[in-house]
T-cell receptor, first 113, second 114 residues
Framework: KNQVEQSPQSLIILEGKNCTLQCNYTVSPFSNLRWYKQDTGRGPVSLTIMTFSENTKSNGRYTATLDADTKQSSLHITASQLSDSASYICVVSVSGGYNKLIFGAGTRLAVHP | DGGITQSPKYLFRKEGQNVTLSCEQNLNHDAMYWYRQDPGQGLRLIYYSQIVNDFQKGDIAEGYSVSREKKESFPLTVTSAQKNPTAFYLC?????????????FGDGTRLSIL
């Protein structure tokens, strides 16, 4: 069964600190992995996308890693800001067909001053 | 500005009533999708359409219906057969070009039961 699991479920950090969110997946056949940011009451917005051959991808203070052997990904946020408070969703795309996406349940991050 | 517009932002349904959620995109995307988001769960696919006048059931299509009469529009009807409709509904679209597989999302409609 195709599945994406994220941890932790929720996280509270102080402004300026770093944090790392985890994603484990069992999806086959694998096409790519994305991290989305979803603000409360809004739609998800793509942060990064990585294919099978890519190990790391950065977008400003966000850095995603992918280990295709262990089927794990992480999203590292550097020097957190209050605006980073959101849910972060790991999404794996299934190769072929209609672009089927398997969504994780997300990690809810709260950045406190 | 190009984007996906969902309306209304909030919607309330009475027992036995059908309600329709609107989704319009001006990105010239071929494919459109409807997802349901419940607390603590990943998004689940309701219906998708890759071309006008054609659509396919997703993982949780029961109690929902769609139409795709225009490329820009993909409305979702939540019928009275959907016994637990309270959720956040997200519409997405995507170009079919191979080099851009990103699904772009609207800002959702929150549906509640009166």
């Amino acid at each position: 069964k195709n599945q994406v699991e994220q941890s932790p479920q929720s996280l509270i950090i102080l402004e300026g600190k770093n944090c790392t969110l985890q994603c484990n997946y069992t999806v086959s056949p694998f096409s790519n992995l994305r991290w989305y940011k979803q603000d409360t009451g809004r739609g998800p917005v793509s942060l990064t996308i990585m294919t099978f051959s890519e190990n790391t991808k950065s977008n400003g203070r966000y850095t995603a890693t992918l280990d295709a052997d262990t089927k794990q990904s992480s999203l590292h946020i550097t020097a957190s800001q209050l605006s980073d408070s959101a849910s972060y969703i790991c999404v794996v795309s299934v190769s072929g067909g209609y672009n089927k996406l398997i969504f994780g349940a997300g990690t809810r991050l709260a950045v406190h001053p | 500005d190009g984007g996906i517009t969902q309306s209304p932002k909030y919607l309330f349904r009475k027992e036995g009533q059908n309600v329709t959620l609107s989704c319009e995109q001006n990105l010239n995307h071929d494919a459109m999708y409807w997802y349901r988001q419940d607390p603590g769960q990943g998004l689940r696919l309701i219906y998708y359409s890759q071309i006008v006048n054609d659509f396919q059931k997703g993982d949780i299509a029961e109690g929902y219906s769609v139409s795709r009469e225009k490329k820009e529009s993909f409305p979702l009807t939540v019928t009275s057969a959907q016994k637990n409709p309270t959720a956040f509904y997200l519409c997405a679209s995507r170009t079919m070009h191979f080099d851009d597989q990103s699904q772009h999302f609207g800002d959702g409609t929150r549906l509640s039961i009166l």
